[in-house]
């Protein structure tokens, strides 16, 4: 099965910029022809939130509080998954997870729909 390890958390000031990162090994998510790879949060009072997706179609999807500031890329070649965040806010504290899911699912953002997932990583945004 796949393992993710996400790393790249800390702290930042608003208007800062992280770059989270999360490494797949075992059987990759590259091996599969169809699947989404997508990075959540979760903060205190929160559920698990959808960030952004990529999937094997190259489809990107964002959620709305984060398009424009937010960048999901992969590496194929080094099984990496990476988000780039600028023009951090104190909302976007949170812990950032990774996920991935076979098949293609209808809504790349929907938790539900993810199998395999990382033990996180925390970004935390002061003003």
């Known amino acids: 099965q796949v393992q993710l390890v996400e790393s790249g958390g800390g702290s930042v000031q608003a208007g800062g910029s992280l770059r989270l990162s999360c490494a797949a090994s075992?059987?990759?998510?590259?091996?599969?022809?169809?699947?989404?790879m997508a990075w959540f949060r979760q903060s205190p009072g929160k559920g698990r939130e959808g960030v952004a997706a990529v999937c094997s179609d190259e489809v990107t999807t964002y959620a709305t509080s984060v398009k424009g500031r937010f960048t999901i890329s992969k590496d194929i070649a080094n099984d990496t998954l990476y988000l780039q965040m600028s023009s951090l806010k104190p909302e976007d504290t949170a812990m950032y997870y990774c996920?991935?899911?076979?098949?293609?699912?209808?809504?790349?953002?929907?938790?539900?729909?993810?199998?395999?997932w990382g033990q996180g990583t925390q970004v935390t945004v002061s003003s």
């Open positions: 996920a991935a899911a076979p098949g293609r699912p209808v809504l790349p953002l929907a938790p539900s729909v993810y199998t395999i």
């Open positions: 075992g059987h990759t998510w590259t091996h599969h022809s169809s699947h989404c």
